[in-house]
DNA sequence: TAGATTGTTAATCGATTAACAATC
DNA sequence: TAGATTGTTAATCGATTAACAATC
């Protein structure tokens, strides 16, 4: 299904590799070096130069990597550049909060909207996005062809939403409900439980 | 640094089995065995007994384990009897929503309040936390000896909070902010870049 | 008892690291 | 050229899965 041949592991290390480039400025110099990534970031020089290898950003032996080849390689593999929509599910409190978050775009990627099942959340709008009744979204979806769904609803209703978003055509879900969706054939569904992540930490201690 | 000799990645699925055995109810049985919750969850069955192991939920061959005793289990090893406070650190939008979440005391851990170092923001509550300034921030800390934060503010600001919060003795940062952490010495560090989860997964469809 | 299920030991698989030849 | 750094092949490490003995 993945379209690249890359590791799921290393897939999600390259938005790492990205932040940290573009952390940089421009009076840090034109070249990067494995070895310093890999420094800065706390990683091993071998990994990151395997990582980087995919995205085929080649670096010259003895100088290194140029910078600003090495972020648009990154941008172009990551399909930064290519725009997608998102819609987002479940406008609760973590719900505005994400509609109004604008990091997506650093991903080419903008919610178009929100749905909830909630008739009097229905109609507002958030950070500009509006919030439209749950009973739309199988059209608006279908009607924009929209593939990339964030999940924000109670841990009850949200297999059940999933359900009906990849019956909408759906191909991938970021799910914040406490519960390990199902994926349907041909969904990808990647779940981030806050709290469990807060409560595993405190057993690292 | 680990009290436990878990492997990290067991530890993360044990949030997982408590979630789904949590969510079954009183007539699915008493029992349930590895392989059920296997198959609930998409795992190997070995592996779900294996993680179960570190814990001490004993199973009994033949019949599985006793629901409600594999949970006091997970609940136990994960400490979620163990009352903990955490501070937010970054009131914006995201930490507002992460304020009023109360997904948080399933694992015995109370957001006990939040810093924001915009004095605008200084002295207002949401879900009844306090929002206090960030200069207090280390007063708080060390008088009421937590341990746990999490850290919300612009990825710019988030480094120097971190080693902030790590000199006023917290051990453990679940970090919103889009940068790689450095972790200060024998603090834990979670990164959860949220726009870059669903960009990775715009390139697993 | 027979059969189902656990817990554990051995085998496999995949990811990371080490070693090193290529090269600018 | 010599030295630094890349890219790749081989070795190591750790996690998952398979096999199976123990047992209720």
Redesign the pocket.
């Known amino acids: 299904m993945m379209k690249k041949n890359i ?4 897939l999600q290390r390259l938005p790492v590799y990205l932040n940290y480039l573009r952390s940089l400025s421009g009076d840090d110099g034109k070249y990067i ?3 310093s990534i890999a420094a800065a970031l706390g ?5 990151v ?2 990582d ?2 995919y995205t085929s950003g ?8 140029v910078r600003t080849e090495l972020i648009a390689a990154l941008e172009d593999y990551l399909g930064c550049n290519v725009k997608k929509r998102a819609v987002l599910v479940g406008a609760g409190e973590l719900g505005r909060a994400l509609l109004a978050y604008g990091g997506f775009e650093k991903y080419g990627i903008t919610i178009a909207c929100a749905f909830d099942s909630d008739p009097a959340k229905a109609g507002g709008e958030v950070a500009g996005k509006l919030i439209r009744p749950a009973n739309e979204t199988a059209a608006v979806l279908a009607k924009e062809g929209i593939k990339l769904a964030i999940v924000a609803v109670p841990a009850s209703a949200a297999q059940e939403v999933c359900f009906s978003l990849a019956r909408a055509g759906v191909k991938a879900i970021l799910n914040f409900a406490p519960v390990r969706l199902k994926a349907p054939d041909g969904v990808v569904i990647r779940d981030i439980d806050v709290a469990a992540n807060l409560a595993v930490l405190y057993n690292m201690i």
């Open positions: 590791p799921e592991i290393s070096s494995s070895g990683m091993g020089e071998v990994l130069r395997k980087l290898a080649t670096g010259r032996p003895k100088v290194g990597y």
